[in-house]
Each structure stands twice: as C-alpha cells, then as structure tokens.
C-alpha cells in the first residue's frame, strides 16, 4: 500500500516584504508498506527509522563497511570495530563544532574537502615535510575543524 502525506512549510524568515497572494508550500513524503496503518501513523514510523538508514548507508558505503574481505571472522570484527569507531569520531566532531555546514556533511564530504588537500611532499635533511597552500578551499569549515582539537 502506498501512503502519502503533505505537510505545510512554515513560512520563510527571509521574506521581509508581505506578498499580495502567498502560497502555501509543502514537503511531500510517501511510503511504502504492508502495515495496516494511517498515512500518518506509517510517516512517524518510517520517518524514524529513515535516521537510521542513513547512518547505515554511510557507515557501509563511505567508511568501508562494505569491503571487509578478510575471510576471518576475528579480523573482519576488528575492522568493523575500528571502522565503526572512526565514522563515529568523525560524526562526534562535526556535531560538537559550532559550525551548521560541518554538522550536514556526510563523512564523504569531510574526507574531500577537509583531509584531501592538495600538498607537496618535501624532503631534506632526513625528514619528509608537507606544504599545504595558505588559503583553504573551505576556510571556515577547517578553522572550525581545527578548533575542534584545541585545548579548552
């Protein structure tokens, strides 16, 4: 059975000036199910369960859940625990910053545009250094980041 549900937008903030004739807008959601339940009813439950879905869905498809190739149980439980722990970590940090655009980003976005950056490996004097460009790509975003590992 299909349910749909339409609810009404709170009107936008951003409108300083009133309309002559505002429109309603609307988000539109629609489920797909067996239960014998109310289209709101099987909105709250599926709406729930959708956190959920995503949380699995990066956690197998951006962090590497899904290649465990390992054919031993033990070893495959470690990755899985360390993996688990890293995209954990990772989402930790991005929802303690103060910043509303780091606390959106899928652990994907945060390895491109944060921990991909472009640098140039130099070596002298039996050391390896990185040279990184002075201006970030996302300069707010990575001080943000930063500030995350700084003492209190």
Same mark, same amino acid.
């Given at each position: 059975?299909?349910?749909?549900? &339409?609810?009404? @937008? ?24 067996? =239960?014998?339940?109310?289209?709101? #009813?099987?909105? *709250?439950?599926?709406?729930? &369960?959708?956190?959920? =879905? ?5 956690? @197998? ?7 465990? @190739?390992?054919? &031993? ?7 899985? #625990?360390?993996?688990? %722990?890293?995209?954990?970590? %990772?989402?930790?940090?991005?929802? +303690? ?10 652990? *994907? ?11 140039? %490996?130099?070596?002298?004097?039996? #050391? +390896?250094?990185? @040279?990184?460009? *002075? #201006? ?6 990575? =001080? ?9």
């Amino acid at each position: 059975m299909f349910v749909a549900v &339409r609810c009404r @937008k709170a009107p936008a903030a951003d409108h300083a000036q009133g309309e002559l004739l505002p429109l309603a807008q609307y988000d539109y959601f629609c489920d797909v199910t067996t =239960e014998p339940l109310s289209p709101w #009813q099987a909105h *709250r439950t599926y709406g729930q &369960r959708a956190t959920s =879905e995503t949380w699995i869905e990066e956690a @197998k498809n951006q962090t590497g859940l899904a290649q465990l @190739k390992t054919n &031993r149980f033990l070893a495959n439980a470690a990755l899985f #625990q360390c993996a688990v %722990l890293a995209y954990n970590t %990772l989402r930790w940090m991005a929802l +303690l910053s103060a910043n509303a655009t780091l606390k959106r980003w899928e652990p *994907r976005t945060v390895r491109t545009f944060l921990i991909r950056v472009a640098g140039k %490996l130099l070596g002298g004097a039996n #050391q +390896l250094r990185i @040279k990184l460009p *002075r #201006q970030h790509l996302h300069p707010k975003v990575w =001080e943000d980041w930063l500030a995350l590992s700084q003492p209190l």
